[in-house]
Nanobody, 111 residues
Framework: VQLVESGGGMVQPGGSLRLSCAASGFTFSSYDMSWVRQAPGKGPEWVSAFNTGGGGTYYADSVKGRFTISRDNAKNTLYLQINSLKLEDTAVYYC?????WGQGTQVTVSS
């Protein structure tokens, strides 16, 4: 299992980013995937999940209405569109699947 995140960066409050997670080594379309983040000095926080059964999507209350999870099974890629960024969204964002995590991509929100 290999998960490689990209798309992070530094943005101002209110800005947007699109994170990607390229998956390999398993049948991507068959598995639930999620995003988890870890802010400086804090533990991991579950952000969002995309379930294969029925295509259900789920969000933490802290990001609901601002983040959108999606996946392209043909490209073996998971996405997270993050809008209306807040200072408290600053964290390393990780893609998670089959119990594995990627290396993470840094999102920094700063004015």
């Amino acid at each position: 299992v290999q998960l490689v995140e990209s798309g992070g960066g530094m943005v101002q409050p209110g800005g947007s980013l699109r994170l990607s997670c390229a998956a390999s080594g398993f049948t991507f379309s068959s598995y639930d995937m999620s995003w988890v983040r870890q802010a400086p000095g804090k533990g991991p926080e579950w952000v969002s999940a995309f379930n294969t059964g029925g295509g259900g999507t789920y969000y933490a209350d802290s990001v609901k209405g601002r983040f959108t999870i999606s996946r392209d099974n043909a490209k073996n890629t998971l996405y997270l569109q993050i809008n209306s960024l807040k200072l408290e969204d600053t964290a390393v964002y990780y893609c998670k699947g089959l119990g594995s995590w990627g290396q993470g991509t840094q999102v920094t929100v700063s004015s």
